[in-house]
C-alpha cells in the first residue's frame, strides 16, 4: 500500500522569501502525485499533479513540484511567497494498481510573515 | 459550475443521537468518497464508493456507514455519534486516476459530538 510522509509540520516563511515543502512516498512503481491546497475555512483545491512525462510540474498560484524518482520525492516550490500563500499543504499519492486509493500526508502548515 | 456540496456545514450533537451528513456532486463522477481530517493526521478515507451501489472501507471505517443509491450522492451516517467522532469531514468525487483526473473536495462539515 501506497503512504505519505510530509517531514514538515508547520513553516514559517516571511513575504517575498522562496518556500519549499517536502514530500516523499513510498510505493513501489511510479505513482500518482498531487498536491493540495487548504486555505482556513476552506476545502482542498488542487494545486498540481503529476502523472507521467516532464518531472517539472507547474501548478496554479506560481507552484512548481518536481518528481525525483531515486528519492521518492515529489517537493512543492514557491520562489517568492505572498501572504495569501498561508494555509495547509497536503501532499497526496494514488496507486496506479490501485485506482480507488487517495493517500495523504499529515499536512504543511504555512505561516507567512510581513 | 463543477462542485462538490456538503451539508451542514456545521453541526453540534449529543452522543448517540443519530446523524447524516450529506454529499452530492455534479460531474457525474463514479468515484466517492468520505475523509476525516484531524491535527497531525491529515485526511484519512473513512469510506469509498467506486460507482451505485459498490461501496468499500477505507483507512477508518468503524462507528460510519455509507450508501450510494445514485450516483450523484454520497451520504454518511453516524448511527450513534461518540465524541471521538468530533471531526472535519470532507466528501471528493473523481473519475478514475488512470485517466488524469483529480479530486474534486466540498467545503467540508465541521462536527461536534458532545
Known amino acids: ?114 | 459550475e463543477a462542485q462538490v456540496t456538503q451539508n451542514p456545514r456545521y453541526l453540534i450533537t449529543v452522543t448517540g443521537k443519530k446523524l447524516t451528513v450529506t454529499c452530492s456532486q455534479n460531474m457525474n463522477h463514479e468515484y466517492m468518497s468520505w475523509y476525516r481530517q484531524d491535527p497531525g493526521l491529515g485526511l484519512r478515507q473513512i469510506y469509498y464508493s467506486m460507482n451505485v451501489e459498490v461501496t468499500d472501507k477505507g483507512d477508518v471505517p468503524e462507528g460510519y456507514k455509507v450508501s450510494r443509491k445514485e450516483k450523484r450522492n454520497f451520504p454518511l451516517i453516524l448511527e450513534s455519534p461518540s465524541p471521538n467522532q468530533t471531526s472535519l469531514y470532507f466528501c471528493a468525487s473523481r473519475g478514475p486516476l488512470r485517466v488524469n483526473t483529480e479530486a474534486f473536495f466540498g467545503q467540508g462539515t465541521r462536527l461536534t459530538v458532545v
Not at chain 1, 57 to 69: D, L, S, Y
Open chain 1, 1 to 114: 500500500a501506497q503512504s505519505v510522509t510530509q517531514p514538515d509540520i508547520h513553516i514559517t516563511v516571511s513575504e517575498g522569501a522562496s518556500l519549499e515543502l517536502r514530500c516523499n512516498y513510498s510505493y513501489g512503481a511510479t505513482p500518482y502525485l498531487f498536491w493540495y491546497v487548504q486555505s482556513p475555512g476552506q476545502g482542498l483545491q488542487l494545486l498540481l499533479k503529476y502523472f507521467s512525462g516532464d518531472t517539472l510540474v507547474q501548478g496554479i498560484k506560481g507552484f512548481e513540484a518536481e518528481f525525483k524518482r531515486s528519492q521518492s520525492s515529489f517537493n512543492l516550490r514557491k520562489p517568492s511567497v505572498h501572504w495569501s500563500d498561508a494555509a495547509e499543504y497536503f501532499c497526496a499519492v494514488g496507486a496506479r494498481s490501485n485506482d480507488y486509493k487517495l493517500s495523504f500526508g499529515a499536512g504543511t502548515t504555512v505561516t507567512v510573515r510581513a
